[in-house]
């Protein structure tokens, strides 16, 4: 338990605290071998830097009571049948009002192309440790980011995963800048994914009773980030997390997961299983939707928990062009406000809103709450 008291014995012994923290980050930080690494060497206890605080755990779920499910999309025939298209707009309208989130299938990307990108991110994570400790950075800059924890430094526990990062539009990087292990089958995800997201962009235009092209005529579709992660298998899944309760910054997510599970969707206040589905695809809202939707769609706050059994491997699609520097200004869509709905957030670039969240990290309150007006 922490003191409140403030007797100068207890700051200093706050501040040893801080003192071994930041040193064993740094320790786990150059190891440049993330979770992975440490799991590699044999370890049995989860190491005291990646305790999450109970109060991540309060409201844990409770499969099959409250038979509670997140909306399936099923986009088969949509492109057809004009009746079949509207209401599945419907369905993504109350999805995105309501969950923030809905389960896609019959997307159109191929089974065999989701099974190959997951073996890419197991190869690129299981590949000589001495190899992939080359791509290992914190600079934001690069074409390929790979690290255990952007924001390790900053919160308040680490999460029992590693992460890499590329940014594949719309500077999409030559082949060669990319990880052997991975290259290909990264390039013909993206592609795919790139065109699925802008169906979906569509579907939530008209979902917003907006012309189909107006949040890609805003740009919502011009950035992707591919990050694929890797969830060990876990000693003590009780005292961490796969990744702390966020939302995410985007505007638009799509989640690949594999067959193990985890992710969870905080819904009326219960954290709502997202059980994996095989050939099915997670979307979810993000910060900047909620944002020019002025509230009308949700980003919902999710987690992932960590699990004995592993590895775990999901990548997740990222429409923003995140860090990369960018003067348009983005506020409410002047179609959805009215004299009961004023504008609720103040304007901001991605780049600012970017660099806002990831400052302050995964965990903690919503980024977005500091946008309100
Ligand atoms: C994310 C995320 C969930 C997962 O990358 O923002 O929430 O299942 N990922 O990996
Ligand atoms: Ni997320």
């Known amino acids: 338990m ?44 989860v190491p005291w830097i990646f305790f999450s605080p ?76 001495e190899v992939k400790k080359e791509w290992y950075t914190r600079d934001g800059s690069k074409t390929v980011v790979y690290n255990s924890n952007f924001d390790l430094y900053r919160a308040g526990s680490a999460n029992w995963r590693d992460t890499t990062y590329c940014n594949m539009a719309p500077n999409p990087p030559s082949p060669d800048e990319l990880p052997k292990s991975c290259r290909d089958i990264l390039v013909e995800y993206s592609r ?26 805003m740009d919502c579709a011009k950035g992707l980030a591919i990050l ?7 000693p003590e899944p009780e005292l961490t997390l796969g990744a702390s309760k966020h939302a995410d910054y985007d505007f638009l997510t799509v989640l690949l997961q594999d067959h193990i599970g985890g992710l969870q969707v905080l819904h009326q206040n219960q954290w709502v299983d997202i059980p994996p589905v095989p050939g099915d695809l997670v979307v979810n809202i993000g910060d900047l939707l909620q944002l ?50 004023p504008p609720k957030y103040k304007e901001t670039t991605v780049t600012e809103y970017s660099l806002h969240y990831n400052a302050k990290g995964l965990g903690g309150t919503s980024a977005l709450l500091d946008f309100r007006l």
């Open 292 to 341: 020019i939707s002025n509230d009308k769609f949700k980003s919902s706050q999710h987690r992932v928990l960590a699990n004995n059994v592993g590895p775990r491997v999901s990548v997740a699609s990222f429409f923003t062009t995140g860090l990369m520097p960018s003067s348009k200004i983005y506020g409410h869509i002047k179609e959805l406000l009215s004299q009961d709905n």
């Open 192 to 217: 795919k994914v790139r065109e699925l997201g802008r169906f979906l962009f569509e579907l939530l235009s008209e979902a917003l009773n907006l012309n189909p092209s107006h949040l890609i005529d």
């Open 228 to 234: 694929y992660h890797y969830y060990p298998a876990c």
């Open 54 to 129: 109970e109060d991540e755990f309060d409201k844990v779920s409770d499969p099959g009571k409250n038979e509670l499910y997140v909306p399936v999309v099923d986009l088969d025939g949509v492109e057809k049948d004009t009746i079949l298209r509207k209401n599945i707009v419907d369905i993504v309208q109350d999805a995105s009002e309501t969950w923030g989130f809905f389960q896609v299938i019959n997307h159109g990307i191929p089974d065999t192309v989701l099974e190959e990108m997951l073996d890419g991110v197991r190869r690129f994570y299981e590949q000589d440790t």
């Open 2 to 45: 922490r003191s409140t008291s403030t007797s100068p014995t207890e700051i200093a012994s706050e501040e040893e605290q801080n003192y071994d923290k930041i040193s064993d980050l740094k320790a786990f930080d150059e190891t440049k071998a993330g979770v992975k690494g440490l799991v590699d060497a044999g370890i049995t206890k």
